[in-house]
């Protein structure tokens, strides 16, 4: 797949997750070594990271979804991480070697959400 082509698939899915809920605030695409390659925000959302701590969360996310993998023979592979803060919900999914890290406000359904996204990732995938 051509670089531009695939950079265009990218955003079809970033943009077809962010459509899913209206909670939705970012959507980000990490590769294997914690930088975004491509990343949605929803206009009016709550405010960025510092650069150094965007980077850190990045490569924590990978992290977790790595880590994870090594049980996969024993439980079967990660559809989904959810992290759940006071006002903000986290849902981490693997995607052949990159992360796609959702964010959405508390508003919403975590686990009927997170479903809804893998179904959109495996069209994608």
């Given at each position: 797949?051509?670089?531009?082509?695939?950079?265009?698939?990218?955003?079809?899915l970033?943009?077809?997750?962010?459509?899913?809920?209206?909670?939705?605030?970012?959507?980000?695409?990490?590769?294997?070594?914690?930088?975004?390659?491509?990343?949605?925000?929803?206009?009016?959302s709550?405010?960025?990271?510092?650069?150094?701590?965007?980077?850190?969360?990045?490569?924590?996310?990978?992290?977790?979804?790595?880590?994870?993998?090594?049980?996969?023979?024993?439980?079967?592979?990660i559809?989904?991480?959810?992290?759940?803060?006071?006002?903000?919900?986290?849902?981490?999914?693997?995607?052949?070697?990159?992360?796609?890290?959702?964010?959405?406000?508390?508003?919403?359904?975590?686990?009927?959400?997170?479903?809804?996204?893998?179904?959109?990732?495996?069209?994608?995938?």
């Open positions: 797949m051509s670089s531009s082509l695939q950079d265009i698939k990218l955003d079809e970033c943009n077809s997750i962010i459509g899913i809920n209206k909670n939705i605030q970012t959507v980000a695409i990490i590769n294997k070594l914690g930088r975004p390659v491509k990343k949605v925000t929803r206009d009016g709550l405010k960025q990271l510092p650069q150094p701590k965007d980077e850190m969360f990045f490569m924590q996310c990978v992290l977790q979804i790595s880590m994870g993998k090594e049980y996969d023979s024993e439980y079967g592979p559809n989904y991480h959810l992290l759940e803060r006071e006002n903000l919900t986290m849902i981490t999914f693997p995607m052949r070697d990159h992360v796609i890290l959702v964010t959405a406000k508390k508003d919403t359904s975590p686990i009927s959400l997170a479903r809804k996204i893998v179904t959109t990732i495996n069209g994608y995938s």
